[in-house]
């Protein structure tokens, strides 16, 4: 399996335009994760999804922000308007469902770096 | 609120020495307990996972250790190396919760 992948790797806009990141997580596993990464904040949860369907989306900073998860195989995360203080590394992340296991790893793409100009 | 905090934020070390990162947690009702590592402009790689019932867990040179009842992880690199250079973060899954939360991680450097 390729891992989770994102795309774009590297986003550049200004202020004001809409920003749309792409995830594909890895095939089977049940639990798809947004987290945004900062150096004042760290890693913070966004939101998450379990078989597609939102769970917890107490992450999301403002209504500027929305996430989707149409199937198994694909997820958005779009910022529409963008600001300055939207700049900070987006990951992706999936797990599968396997409780009480040590196979409940968390795989991270390689992240989307956005920079609002 | 589920709170982890990592000490030392940053670390030094010679080629060949044994380090002990630490990690600490403000509730104790995790599910389990994740060692990660992240490499400059990537993503995070999970090292180690130790359920709730585990007291450590162990993988080559790396050994993570869990003790509840205080809120403490400790990962244990033995004979560090120059490629063991990277962040390390840890991760809590708290019990009815998916989601991990995670410390803010330490940065490692092992000087050939």
């Known amino acids: 399996d390729a891992g989770v992948i994102q795309s774009p790797r590297h986003e550049v806009t200004e202020m004001g335009q809409e920003v749309t990141l792409r995830c594909k997580p890895i095939s089977g596993h049940d639990y798809l994760f947004w987290y945004r990464q900062t150096m004042m904040r760290g890693l913070e949860l966004l939101i998450y999804?379990?078989?597609?369907?939102?769970?917890?989306d107490s992450g999301m900073p403002e209504d500027r922000f929305s996430a989707k998860m149409p199937n198994a195989s694909f997820s958005t995360l779009k910022i529409q308007p963008s600001e300055p203080r939207d700049s900070a590394v987006y990951f992706c992340a999936s797990s599968p469902d396997r409780a009480h296991t040590t196979n409940e790893k968390l795989f991270f793409g390689s992240g989307t770096q956005l920079s609002v100009l | 609120k589920q709170e982890v905090t990592q000490i030392p934020a940053a670390l030094s070390v010679p080629e060949g020495e044994n380090l002990v990162l630490n990690c600490s947690f403000t509730?104790?009702?995790?599910?389990?307990l994740q060692w990660f590592r992240q490499d400059p402009g990537k993503g995070l790689t999970s090292l180690l996972l130790i359920q709730s019932s585990q007291r450590e867990q162990t993988s080559g040179r790396l050994n993570a250790s869990l003790d509840k009842s205080s809120g403490r992880s400790t990962l244990y690199i033995a004979a560090s190396q120059p490629g063991d250079s990277a962040t390390y973060l840890c991760a809590v899954r708290v019990t009815g919760r998916r989601a991990l939360t995670f410390g803010s991680g330490t940065r490692l450097q092992v000087q050939p």
């Open positions: 999804f379990n078989n597609n369907v939102p769970i917890d």
């Open positions: 509730d104790s009702a995790i599910y389990n």
